[in-house]
């Protein structure tokens, strides 16, 4: 629909009515503010007969509080829009002031009275012309006064609004009064948008900032979405039926940026588990200091051994070094396994219990075994840092944002949220979590964030547990995914060929991490 009603015939008692009701109902289809204030200009401009419009809007933020101005000229309907002119400017003095403050109509009659500098510089760089102005306050459902409607003419000022008849007036200000509420309703559920994104953002940042293991995560997962669901609505062939218009990009892009809220319930112990042995801190220091112990013995056994018998020293220092060098050896071994990896064989599993069961003596004198149980456990963890238990403790982050956001009460068109969110750590053959979804029972927007999730994971380089992988070695680990159908297999390949990884390489990542320049090997 146009922005605005043309109409050459004149208004006329028969047909005001059904105007005025039409434009009333083009106000309320606007969906944002600048189309509706064309709208209302347009309008405003006909009914008036006149040149030039403004409407000024206040606007209580930052730098400073005040009027703004938004223009729009009249002119031949074949410039109409080319004459368009929206610029922001802020003001602090002249007519609007006078109107916003008085919340009354002003007339003025420009070859009668004076105008302020800021006046004056705002009719010579856009009415020069203009003999006349006419200003009406706007206000909102609760009588508040939000802009001023300026309206000027060059010429004398008319006695009244030929266009709306003998009633003119009463029915204009009705029209004001209704593009005024309609313009406090715009104005507050954008700002109540903007709210919910600054908070989203906010919570976002809170979970980044929560553990360094995490950092930046929730701020990236987002961007690495919406290019790959840019590169799924320019599909024409795999995904020739998927499209986002705004309110669903929206959707998505809400969910993104909440897409790990449940992290917020994730004890910090296990979030920044960057050891096996690691709790409040890493308990590597205090198996070192048993080795400590331990090495004071064996020193203290040779000593001895030399009192009793000073020509089997020689023996004696060689037994001593050997037994030294083998807690070096085996102290060195676990502070290696303490870093966790891809996988932990068997022997090196049954080493850790071996040499948990040597003996050291504590500040009491009582002997007692080199590991606790506990720490034979932590050790022998096959793969990565975190055992069975902590492992579910952190996929118990997904239910917590699944019931996070299933408590909020989104309007229908965020009503996906939950579901986009909560489905990144699904897997195609139904066996990931925290439902077991299977890739027919997934939304196309959660299978894409399932693969923006595993590679800024993959990719991150602010990780202290690891180094951040080259691109060789991330595409090379989801290719693995997706034949294991864990991804799913057409956004993958949608993912390496519109080289979405390329590009979001080049911006966030290190220059000695892109190590791949063409992905055709990947696919």
Same mark, same amino acid.
């Given at each position: ?108 009659? #420009? /070859? ?5 500098? $800021?006046?004056?510089? %705002? @009719? +010579? =760089? ?56 309609? #313009? /406090? ?5 954008? $700002?109540?948008?903007? %709210? @919910? +994104? =600054? ?325």
């Amino acid at each position: 629909m146009n922005s605005s009603l043309p109409d050459t015939a004149p208004v006329t008692d028969e047909n005001l009515m059904p105007r005025l009701l039409r434009v009333a109902q083009h106000l309320s289809e606007q969906r944002d503010v600048p189309r509706l204030l064309q709208v209302l200009l347009d309008e405003a401009l006909y009914l008036c007969e006149a040149d030039t419009g403004w409407v000024w809007l206040y606007a209580d933020g930052k730098p400073e509080p005040g009027l703004s101005c938004l223009c729009r000229r009249s002119g031949d309907a074949s410039l109409h829009e080319e004459a368009s002119l929206f610029c922001p400017m802020a003001r602090k003095s002249g007519l609007p002031e006078q109107c916003y403050e008085d919340g009354k109509p002003l007339a003025v009659d #420009l /070859s009668e009275n004076g105008l302020s500098e $800021e006046d004056r510089h %705002l @009719l +010579d =760089a856009l009415a020069p012309d203009a003999g006349a102005l006419r200003l009406w306050p706007l206000r909102n459902h609760e009588g508040a006064v939000i802009g001023v409607l300026q309206l000027a003419y060059n010429r004398s000022l008319p006695d009244r609004l030929h266009r709306l008849g003998k009633h003119s007036d009463l029915i204009f200000q009705s029209l004001l009064t209704y593009a005024g509420i309609a #313009l /406090s309703n715009l104005s507050q559920v954008q $700002e109540l948008k903007e %709210l @919910l +994104d =600054a908070f989203i953002k906010v919570l976002a940042q809170a979970i980044d900032a929560k553990s360094p293991h995490t950092s930046a995560h929730c701020q990236r997962v987002p961007v690495i979405t919406e290019m790959l669901a840019q590169a799924a609505c320019e599909d024409n062939s795999d995904f020739a039926d998927f499209s986002l218009d705004e309110d669903g990009w929206y959707e998505l892009h809400v969910a993104a940026w909440l897409h790990d809220c449940g992290k917020l319930a994730t004890p910090d112990s296990v979030l920044d588990k960057s050891t096996k042995l690691h709790t409040l801190h890493d308990r590597i220091d205090e198996v070192a200091s048993r080795f400590a112990a331990l090495r004071g013995e064996i020193q203290f056994r040779y000593e001895k051994a030399c009192l009793l018998d000073p020509a089997d020293e020689p023996a004696s220092r060689e037994r001593m070094e050997a037994e030294i060098g083998q807690l070096k050896e085996e102290l060195a071994f676990l502070e290696r396994i303490n870093r966790g990896g891809e996988a932990m064989a068997e022997v090196d599993q049954q080493r850790v219990r071996d040499i948990a069961a040597r003996r050291w003596t504590d500040a009491w004198g009582q002997k007692k075994p080199l590991l606790t149980d506990d720490e034979v456990y932590n050790l022998c963890i096959p793969r990565g840092t975190l055992t069975p238990e902590e492992r579910q403790i952190i996929n118990g982050h997904m239910d917590v944002t699944l019931d996070m956001l299933g408590s909020l009460p989104f309007p229908p068109k965020l009503r996906q949220v939950p579901e986009y969110a909560g489905g990144h750590h699904e897997k195609m053959d139904g066996t990931g979590f925290p439902l077991g979804l299977t890739r027919d029972q997934m939304s196309i927007p959660a299978r894409i964030m399932a693969i923006a999730d595993v590679f800024e994971a993959l990719t991150a380089k602010e990780r202290p547990y690891k180094t951040p992988l080259k691109l060789s070695e991330a595409l090379g680990i989801l290719q693995r995914m997706r034949d294991n159908d864990h991804l799913d297999p057409d956004l993958y390949r949608l993912f390496i060929r519109s080289r979405v990884w390329r590009q979001y390489a080049e911006k966030h990542l290190d220059p000695v991490q892109l190590d791949v320049e063409d992905g055709t090997a990947f696919l």
